[in-house]
């Protein structure tokens, strides 16, 4: 059974950093692109990073471009997103989601209708 759990979110003051991790069981993420989605309340939920299935080609939506980075640990199945410099705009939960080669580039970013969610993990700026 496919299963994503995702894990690091918190308060933070602006201008401070966390680490999200997503991590898969039940399959292993080489051939899946693993999509960054947050929701803020009131709001649609919005793509936020990706990283492709093959040569790790990634996506940054515009709002968080120079400030998170998206990587993957094939051999621990997990995907990290590295954010730095949160503001208060940054507060949501977050998501990650995993679809079968997929392929995310700088103008292509996560699918919304990836097949495997996690439960999400909650991340709030603010001082």
């Known amino acids: 059974q496919l299963q994503l759990v995702e894990s690091g979110g918190g308060l933070v003051q602006p201008g401070g950093s966390l680490r999200l991790s997503c991590a898969a069981s039940?399959?292993?993420?080489?051939?899946?692109?693993i999509g960054w989605f947050r929701q803020a309340p009131g709001k649609e939920r919005e793509g936020v990073s990706c990283?492709?299935?093959?040569?790790?080609?990634?996506y940054y939506a515009d709002s968080v471009k120079g400030r998170f980075t998206i990587s993957r640990d094939n051999a621990k199945n997990t995907v990290y997103l590295q954010m730095n410099s949160l503001r208060p705009e940054d507060t949501g939960l977050y998501y990650c989601?995993?679809?079968?080669?997929?392929?995310?580039?700088?103008?292509?970013?996560?699918?919304?209708?990836?097949?495997?969610w996690g439960q999400g993990t909650q991340v709030t700026v603010s001082s």
């Open positions: 039940g399959f292993t993420l080489d051939t899946y692109a």
């Open positions: 989601a995993a679809e079968a080669y997929y392929f995310c580039s700088e103008y292509i970013g996560p699918y919304l209708g990836s097949s495997s």
């Open positions: 990283i492709s299935s093959n040569r790790g080609g990634t």
